[in-house]
């Protein structure tokens, strides 16, 4: 099973992980303006190549990448609770099950503010952890891979070259069906809007673009990971073996990423066919995203452990509330951009957005530093927690 990881090391090297891959999802979020694609002309030529850059260099380093952290750590710490209930002789599949209903919960209030959320979509594809949290390593990976592989997409690739007639549509829901609600004035209607259609889309898109079997898959590796102990350092052995671990994933995931890069370009300008070209995108992009993942996590943690986590360490917090920083950044970023609210959507390009969405990342990191001065949990992670394990000795 890998060598047992204290809390201690958990909090200081998983935690600043997930909050490097949060900081990331908040950045791309402002200049998205939370999925509203609308956005004002700039004002001078600079500004315009600023905003193109800023956006360029933030979804290269973030796009597909910070999410793909997020659920990689998520099926860590699926492994985590699930062998802290093991060792007190209790089995975490229902209780686990039952917090993912209470994420599904949460996700449906973010659903309300945003369109395009992932805690829905990860509740949902929670489940699939449930059935092989006692398979053997072996049959893990294999099935994970098999998901990576991105199976469905394969399937369709085969029935447009078999019959080229065949492009069925996809996208039965679209983000753009809620951009009047979103650029109204109406809180109520946009709302409305987001709850339903825009989930929707968003569940849609998930599907369509290989979100699903990606997201399954990250959670199983996540799991796997913590069964084998790759995550931990708390002791001379354990950290030099992880450290080994992770230097053969940077020495792979580096070549990989760039061959990967000019594999795909080559693919797709090769391709006639709209609806393979859109396919091809979808499996080759995901596999591209997951080595450029790897190259981060590995890069991140061996310098974390290099120079004992002085320079990571202020992420830890800010990681150890995900919950609430993913929630609050929709909140408040809602009001920002969206016409119900400040309408930052007309005035605000690329760039200004972006230094919008340093400063919310500065305030929600000071906020974290503070909170966890006076309490243990953040305030939607202490909600989590005592439903998850209400009616049980064990909190």
């Given at each position: 099973m890998g060598t047992p990881i204290q809390k201690k090391e958990r909090i200081l090297a998983v935690d600043a992980l997930r909050g490097f891959a949060v900081m990331g999802i908040v950045l791309l979020h402002n200049i998205e303006h939370f999925n509203f694609y609308s956005f004002p002309p700039p004002a001078t030529g600079l500004l315009g190549w600023f905003d193109t850059h800023i956006w360029d260099t933030l979804f290269?380093?973030?796009?597909?990448?910070?999410?793909?952290?997020?659920?990689?750590?998520?099926g860590?710490?699926?492994?985590?609770?699930?062998?802290?209930?093991?060792?007190?002789?209790?089995?975490?599949k229902n209780r686990y099950m039952w917090r993912l209903l209470l994420l599904l919960g949460f996700g449906f209030i973010n659903a309300s503010f945003f369109p395009g959320e992932i805690l829905v979509l990860y509740a949902i594809l929670g489940f699939v952890l449930v059935p092989v949290r006692h398979w053997s390593n072996k049959a893990v990976f294999i099935l994970a891979l098999f998901l990576m592989l991105q199976p469905l997409e394969w399937v369709k690739v085969i029935c447009a070259v078999v019959n080229p007639e065949f492009a069925p549509k996809q996208m039965i829901y679209s983000l753009g069906d809620v951009y009047p609600q979103l650029g109204g004035t109406?809180?109520?209607?946009?709302?409305?809007?987001?709850?339903?259609?825009g989930q929707l889309a968003s569940l849609n898109w998930a599907w369509c673009y290989g979100r699903v079997f990606q997201t399954s898959s990250l959670f199983m590796f996540g799991m796997l990971l913590g069964r084998m102990g790759y995550f931990?350092?708390?002791?001379?052995?354990?950290?030099?073996?992880?450290?080994?671990?992770?230097?053969?994933?940077?020495?792979?995931?580096?070549?990989?990423?760039?061959?990967?890069?000019?594999?795909?370009?080559?693919?797709?300008?090769?391709i006639d066919s709209k609806f393979i070209l859109e396919t091809m995108k979808t499996i080759l992009n995901s596999w591209y995203n997951l080595f450029f993942m790897l190259t981060l996590v590995s890069a991140f943690l061996l310098l974390y452990w290099a120079n004992n986590g002085k320079v990571q360490r202020w992420l830890a917090p800010y990681g150890q509330m995900s919950l609430t920083d993913y929630v609050m950044q929709s909140v408040i970023g809602s009001f920002l951009y969206f016409g119900y609210g400040l309408a930052l959507h007309k005035v605000c390009g690329n760039t200004y957005s972006f230094l919008i969405g340093c400063a919310f990342f500065l305030a929600q990191l000071a906020f974290a530093h503070w909170w966890f001065r006076h309490y243990r949990r953040g305030p939607l992670e202490t909600i989590w927690h005592k439903l998850t394990w209400m009616g049980s000795r064990n909190k």
């Open positions: 290269f380093l973030f796009s597909g990448k910070a999410y793909a952290i997020f659920a990689l750590l998520f860590f710490t699926f492994y985590l609770q699930s062998r802290s209930s093991e060792k007190r002789g209790e089995d975490f109406s809180w109520w209607e946009m709302v409305k809007a987001n709850f339903v259609t931990s350092a708390s002791a001379p052995e354990s950290l030099s073996r992880s450290r080994s671990f992770w230097r053969r994933v940077l020495y792979v995931s580096i070549p990989s990423a760039f061959v990967m890069y000019f594999v795909k370009e080559f693919v797709f300008s090769q």
